[in-house]
T-cell receptor, first 110, second 114 residues
Framework: GENVEQHPSTLSVQEGDSAVIKCTYS??????FPWYKQELGKGPQLIID?????GEKKDQRIAVTLNKTAKHFSLHITETQPEDSAVYFC?????????FGRGTSLIVHP | NAGVTQTPKFQVLKTGQSMTLQCAQD?????MYWYRQDPGMGLRLIYY???????DKGEVPNGYNVSRLNKREFSLRLESAAPSQTSVYFC?????????????FGPGTRLTVT
């Protein structure tokens, strides 16, 4: 089955800095790559996604890049703010069922 | 429009007891999922239902059963709870199945088995 690796597990930045979280996947048939944000005590919520026919997608301060040849995709957050502090999960929509990375705890210090 | 709702929010069981976690969605989605979340392990799929009347095993199905009661409701049953099933359980739904579309998650059920 699909295997999704996510790094780093913890990321600490100063407010205003950029943050980058990286994921790799194994199933070459995967073609949908969402990112979810989970705030404390809540369920995950989609923040951005990308399909395999594009290499990059932006939405204000967040962007996702995809390299299908290398089988990796990344989440980029610019001008981080304290409210960006949360756990972020990448996911790969493989040929059958969704698979999630283990999560990255992002801490933004004011 | 409540989205995905789960009951109960919290539950404490003794080893060997049984219980059913309830999930309902009001978005007319075909696909529904049950995940467990453990520290450092991310979200692991227990069971999913691609459409009403069908269910399939995910990554960690042992010790669980599911029922897709109708298009709205998807329940998860623990027949004989074990301490290893202490976890936070999330239900999710999606319009598109097979992991090909956005999933909408419920608020979770925090289960402790003593």
């Amino acid at each position: 089955g699909e295997n999704v690796e996510q790094h780093p597990s913890t990321l600490s930045v100063q407010e205003g800095d950029s943050a980058v979280i990286k994921c790799t996947y194994s199933d070459s048939a995967s073609n949908y790559f969402p990112w979810y944000k989970q705030e404390l005590g809540k369920g995950p919520q989609l923040i951005i996604d990308i399909r395999s026919n594009v290499g990059e997608k932006k939405d204000q301060r967040i962007a996702v890049t995809l390299n299908k040849t290398a089988k990796h995709f990344s989440l980029h957050i610019t001008e981080t703010q304290p409210e960006d502090s949360a756990v972020y999960f990448c996911s790969s929509g493989g040929s059958y069922i969704p698979t999630f990375g283990r999560g990255t705890s992002l801490i933004v210090h004011p | 429009n409540a989205g995905v709702t789960q009951t109960p929010k919290f539950q404490v069981l003794k080893t060997g007891q049984s219980m059913t976690l309830q999930c309902a969605q009001d978005m007319n989605h075909n696909s529904m999922y049950w995940y467990r979340q453990d520290p450092g392990m991310g979200l692991r799929l227990i069971y999913y239902s691609a459409s009403e009347g069908t269910t399939d095993k995910g990554e960690v199905p042992n010790g669980y059963n599911v029922s897709r009661l109708n298009k709205r409701e998807f329940s998860l049953r623990l027949e004989s709870a074990a301490p290893s099933q202490t976890s936070v359980y999330f239900c999710a739904s999606s319009e598109v199945g097979g992991g090909q579309g956005e999933q909408y998650f419920g608020p979770g059920t925090r289960l402790t088995v003593t």
